[in-house]
């Protein structure tokens, strides 16, 4: 049994927490760390976990995940899956009305657990969102302790 760890990165950031999520699983397990672009050809068979990751653009994933969320199927009835993304800090988003608006909006993980879950994957865990200061990053402090944090919540 494995865990594969897929992510998209624009700028660098969601690539990090990605690393760090697959850091946390690594202990005594096979944990595969791919970018999107990799992902096409591995099987999910095998597989006792699948996690995503990808930037929130447009109060969703970039297009490549989304249209993996949309597509993949699990290779066993209700194979368990996890996602996250990466989001503007609330505090950083100026003027403060618009922060409304981005928080009404949404974001890329719970867009992609929804496609999962459509597709027939079993979410495990909480959809998560980690910070980054600005547009290009960088992460808030202690985002990447906090994303540790949140992948050993997913093998406990
Ligand atoms: C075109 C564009 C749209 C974005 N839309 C959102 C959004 O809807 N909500 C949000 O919280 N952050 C948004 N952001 C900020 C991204 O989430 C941020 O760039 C991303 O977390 C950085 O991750 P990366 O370094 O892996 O690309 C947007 C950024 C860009 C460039």
Same mark, same amino acid.
């Given at each position: 049994?494995?865990?594969?760890?897929?992510?998209?990165?624009?700028?660098?950031?969601?690539?990090?927490?990605?690393? &760090?999520?697959?850091?946390?699983?690594?202990?005594?397990?096979?944990?595969?760390?791919?970018?999107?672009?990799?992902?096409?050809?591995?099987?999910?068979?095998?597989?006792?976990?699948?996690?995503?990751?990808?930037?929130?653009?447009?109060?969703?994933?970039?297009?490549?995940?989304?249209?993996?969320?949309?597509?993949?199927?699990?290779?066993?009835?209700?194979?368990?899956?996890?996602?996250?993304?990466?989001?503007?800090?609330?505090e950083?988003?100026?003027? &403060?009305?618009?922060?409304?608006?981005?928080?009404?909006?949404?974001?890329?993980?719970?867009?992609?657990?929804?496609?999962?879950?459509?597709?027939?994957?079993?979410?495990?865990?909480?959809?998560?969102?980690?910070?980054?200061?600005?547009?290009?990053?960088?992460?808030?402090?202690?985002?990447l302790?906090? &994303?540790?944090a949140?992948?050993?919540?997913?093998?406990?």
């Amino acid at each position: 049994m494995s865990i594969i760890v897929v992510y998209d990165s624009v700028f660098g950031n969601t690539a990090r927490i990605a690393d &760090a999520v697959a850091g946390a699983l690594r202990p005594g397990r096979e944990v595969k760390l791919l970018r999107i672009e990799e992902a096409a050809e591995w099987p999910l068979r095998g597989v006792e976990l699948l996690v995503m990751g990808s930037p929130t653009r447009g109060f969703r994933p970039t297009p490549a995940m989304s249209e993996l969320a949309a597509v993949l199927r699990p290779a066993v009835p209700g194979q368990a899956a996890a996602v996250f993304d990466t989001r503007l800090a609330p505090e950083d988003i100026h003027p &403060a009305p618009l922060r409304w608006v981005v928080e009404a909006g949404g974001y890329a993980a719970t867009r992609m657990a929804e496609k999962l879950d459509e597709g027939g994957f079993t979410l495990r865990g909480a959809p998560a969102g980690f910070l980054v200061g600005g547009t290009e990053g960088p992460l808030k402090p202690g985002e990447l302790e906090r &994303a540790a944090a949140w992948a050993a919540t997913l093998i406990a």
